[in-house]
């Protein structure tokens, strides 16, 4: 049974073609937002470069023994590199020239997927470099990041380039309900919320399937004082700020009188409501330009992010 892939349906055809044509570059980058599905994809060309079924196109059986250990995380020539705390370091890109050297046990190539590489820093980039301007051919490198400006061209210009967008958010919908029997007033909710991105969720979903209906508390309160207080619950829950960002969209669409079918949070409409003239259009366009900024510095930097949350939240305070 072939591994299930939800959209970027263009994006596999093309790897399948690549597979079966034997014309695998040897490094790969993955753009596109968080949860969108690049790790997900790049698992899947793996497991095409590995599955035993001699198929055209190629496609993952599921079932036979390499897919099996890809699936289970047991296969030899497949490696999943992620940050360690904030950073990809250099240690570990070490560790990766070291091995990559070697000949497959396996497989025909060994695959290394390595994610958040925007998380580099230069040290650890201009490491990585040297392995991407001479990749053994028995190996490939699938590079995964959400910022693609956080990378050096010439990081840029050593790979093969597929860019991931979100999905349409009622095809997300949709999915949600046809496939995982989500009612279609919450896949809608789900589906916006993720902006389209569908691990994001599918992650909600395992966490009790609707986004937080509390009206967050940040958007109420006035004591400034109170910023150091909101900063640390922000500190435990970093993911909050996506959904930050919707409740502030919500108050968005409230000020330019818009249908209540694009209301997030539908089941606080009336608390957002009363919150609504408090607030101005600039305000809350601000405030979400805010979030955004605060996010891509906790991301793409070595910032300490209890100062930086705290300096978001007194803005949005102020």
């Not at 093309?14 to 034997?22: E, F, I, K, N, Y």
């Not at 957002?272 to 996010?295: N, V």
């Not at 070595?302 to 100062?307: E, K, S, V, Y």
Request: hydrophobic share 40%.
């Amino acid at each position: 049974m072939q591994t299930s892939i939800i959209g970027h349906q263009q994006i596999v055809e093309q790897l399948q073609r690549t597979v079966a044509s034997d014309r695998i570059a040897g490094a790969y980058l993955f753009v596109g937002p968080k949860g969108v599905g690049k790790e997900r994809v790049a698992h899947h060309f793996a497991q095409l470069i590995f599955c035993q079924q001699d198929t055209q196109p190629p496609t993952v059986c599921g079932t036979c023994l390499a897919c099996r250990k890809a699936d289970s995380g047991n296969h030899p020539d497949l490696q999943l590199i992620r940050p360690e705390g904030s950073l990809l370091r250099i240690g570990q890109i070490r560790q990766l020239q070291k091995q990559i050297i070697y000949e497959p046990l396996e497989a025909s190539r060994k695959v290394y997927i390595l994610t958040d590489v925007e998380r580099m820093n230069a040290e650890a980039e201009n490491c990585l470099l040297k392995t991407l301007e001479e990749p053994p051919a028995s190996s490939v490198l699938i590079l995964l990041t959400s910022n693609i400006e956080a990378l050096l061209p010439t990081t840029r210009s050593r790979c093969q380039i597929l860019q991931f967008h979100p999905m349409p958010t009622r095809e997300l919908a949709e999915v949600l309900t046809d496939q995982f029997s989500v009612a279609p007033e919450q896949a809608t909710t789900l589906a916006i919320a993720a902006g389209g991105a569908i691990g994001k969720a599918l992650t909600q979903l395992e966490k009790g399937g609707t986004f937080t209906e509390e009206v967050p508390e940040i958007l109420k309160e006035t004591d400034l004082l109170a910023a150091f207080r909101l900063a640390e619950n922000l500190k435990d829950n970093p993911e909050i700020l996506d959904e930050l960002v919707t409740w502030y969209r919500d108050l968005l669409f409230l000020q330019q009188g818009a249908p209540n079918e694009l209301i997030t949070h539908i089941h606080s409409l009336e608390e957002l409501q009363r919150i609504a003239p408090y607030y101005s259009r600039l305000r809350i366009q601000q405030a979400i330009q805010i979030i955004f900024s605060t996010k891509s510095l906790l991301e793409n930097t070595n910032t300490n992010a209890t100062l930086a949350l705290e300096v978001m939240c007194l803005k949005l305070l102020k």
